[in-house]
């Protein structure tokens, strides 16, 4: 945003600005497989993810910011340790712009796809780029898709069903489930079927 100089509006005196977004050149975003040398790139990013998400679940039961002012979060070796784990590390340019891991991990047998995790940096979001990531992972992995989003996460619940419903051209369903192998924590879930976006 520029300032581009004053006008006279409704009898009032006011400030003009020229507001200009770069436009985002899709074929530079890149999505590159993370070997377990990008294990604590990934792992270090997770602090900004606990961050981001604390906006919408500050307030909850184990979301508060920890007494060294450093925000945890799990440790994403587990990714690495797990055949039917996909991680990766998200580029634009060159610079790093977050991480994916896609997962079989699904609330159901027979959902082949999981998005485990989903991390773009502030600086990138409100551009984009993660629906362009979101879309390149349902065709790089063809199939019936579950995505899962802890109740409360209000950016994450509008980011995923905007980019769910434009993919599907609004063919997908959605449920809140229970989660046995999350503790049976709760979770609001988009299912779909990534090969009608092909």
Not at 23 to 44: C, F, G, M, R, V
Not at 60 to 70: H, T
């Amino acid at each position: 945003m520029n300032y581009v100089g004053r006008a006279h509006y409704w009898n009032n005196d006011v400030a003009l600005y020229d507001i200009f977004k770069t436009p985002i050149e899709y074929s530079e975003i890149k999505l590159i497989p993370a070997t377990l040398n990008d294990h604590p790139i990934i792992q270090n990013m997770g602090r900004f993810y606990v961050y981001d998400m604390s906006e919408y679940l500050g307030k909850e039961e184990g979301w508060e910011m920890p007494a060294d002012g450093l925000y945890e979060c799990i440790d994403f070796k587990k990714y690495w340790e797990d055949k039917n784990s996909f991680p990766f590390i998200v580029r634009y340019k060159n610079e790093i712009v977050g991480f994916v891991i896609v997962d079989k991990k699904g609330s159901a047998a027979e959902i082949d796809f999981n998005m485990a995790q989903f991390f773009i940096l502030r600086k990138f979001k409100d551009k984009g780029i993660g629906r362009y990531v979101a879309q390149e992972c349902f065709k790089k992995f063809p199939g019936s898709w579950e995505v899962m989003v802890i109740p409360g996460n209000e950016g994450a619940y509008r980011f995923w069903r905007a980019t769910i419903k434009n993919y599907t051209n609004d063919n997908f369903t959605e449920y809140t489930r229970d989660i046995v192998h999350f503790n049976n924590s709760r979770k609001n879930i988009f299912k779909f079927d990534s090969r009608i976006g092909l």
